[in-house]
């Protein structure tokens, strides 16, 4: 605590929105993607792009049909691997969890296959997944950026999920990464520590934590350190209060994007005292 006990230190502080790599927020997707990317993406150019979504009548919620689709999707690409004739390692593939605006969920599988499909082979994947309708198209970019582009929504997340501890939103089959060693579908000989997931945080409190946490970053002229504060209100508030001040003629706030601003230690001491922002 003693770091931030000065009354008159003008010294660079830099501020940033505290968000890890996720699935559940825009800012967070971004960072995930550039998290999936450095493990090395195939040119997905001209593979196919298979979209498969629920019958709502068959089904008493989308939790169920989420819970039966996740069970059958390894099985439906195991068949239709076999109907083409193709091994896993020669056309890999990856599953991405959406879900509808109104809850349901839906998924979404970059394939490589570059083959065109015949009109037998869309009844067979309408078949095989036998869950609702089914979609294939083909990928024109090369990036999983581009694949993702037109189905990466951020609606208002459904309390099926908001109330889990966590979910698989986004799963590689072995060999998709290109700069990895494939992915063993077993877990290495050895005990596990079993986790205690009545004691974690469910999806919805963790965004919640996440929309009040603010890194903390300066140096010393010799090192960086880098703190977390907890914010009553949130980043974009005190972000707000610090642009007014920028526009007060303040030099010593500088906002440089949404998601990152630059104040001073003197600043960050008074909001500690106010209480508005406490040590995390």
Known sequence: MEDFESDSDTREVILTRYE???WWTSYGAKKKLKEIEKKGIPNLTDSRFITLTFDRERYPDPDRAFEIGREHIRKFMMLLRKY???TEDECPHATKLEVHEDGWPHFHIPFLYRKKFSYETMRFIHEAWGK???NVRR????TLEYALK??????????WILNRVRIRVWQPSP??????APIS???PAGKHKT???EKSPTIGERIVNWGRSISVRYTDGKHSRRYRVYSNTGFTDLLVRESVEMLSGNEHVKIRSAHELVTTQERLNQCLTNQSLQMN
Do not use: M, Q, S, W
Not at 139 to 142: D, E, N, Q, R, S
Not at 175 to 180: A, E, P, V
């Open 132 to 134: 609702g309708r089914t």
């Open 185 to 187: 579908r077993r877990p």
């Open 195 to 197: 986790r205690k997931e």
């Open 20 to 22: 890890p790599a996720n």
């Open 139 to 142: 990928i024109k970019g090369a």
């Open 150 to 159: 037109y189905v990466t929504k951020f609606v208002d997340l459904p309390e």
């Open 175 to 180: 060999h998709f990464y290109t700069n990895c």
């Open 84 to 86: 083409l004739g193709v």
